[in-house]
């Protein structure tokens, strides 16, 4: 069932998304993907997590009973393009080491989500093998926002008593990444990843 957000804000916060995807679209095919031209996505994003309005909307409900996430699709490009989520999560939420295969920004609207950031050791020339490092721990809180290249590596953890409210950008909608991979530490190991809880629209 399709949840229709609060109609004073609608307008608005539709203007703002596809203000987001067109300047992303521009961005993208003036130039290679590199650090530089993603944490200028990032930034774009974060601009949009901080009109904190549009995403405290009743309409994004957090997730009940046992439930630790609720994912909704905001706005996209038609086909499988660019794709802007908002993520509702309690604490106790856990999404072990992934990568993305496509690009990835996080801007926090309220809440933190510690991620931890890793290096992957290994050459990648052993199918199902991979040995991974902790690079750095950020916490996303409101006012900061982290970029994800294809072959990123992060985990995520919701800590003490909190709902969060995170907006995720990608190059690619979730239910087309097919090739994620979850890495598991204690074995050295990875598998492809689910697509984990379904998508509210």
Sequence with gaps: MSITPNADLSTPRAEAVRALITTTRARLDGGDLTRDLLDHIREDVADLAAQTAFWTDPAYAPPEGDERQAR??????????????????????????????????????????????????????????????????????????????????????????????????????????????AFDLDNNTYKIMAVGVKTRT
């Design 72 to 181: 909704y699709l905001i706005g996209a490009e038609e086909g499988a393009g660019i794709t802007l989520y908002l993520n509702v999560m309690r604490s106790g939420k856990k999404i072990p080491p992934h990568d993305h295969t496509t690009w990835a920004c996080v801007a926090a609207v309220q809440g933190g989500e510690h991620n931890t950031l890793y290096d992957r050791l290994d050459d990648g020339s052993t199918e199902g093998h991979a040995e991974l490092a902790v690079r750095e721990i950020v916490e996303i809180r409101p006012g900061t926002s982290v970029a994800l290249m294809p072959d990123d590596i992060h985990s995520v953890e919701i800590r003490g008593d909190q709902i969060i409210r995170h907006l995720h950008f990608y190059g690619r909608p979730l239910e087309t990444l097919s090739e994620r991979k």
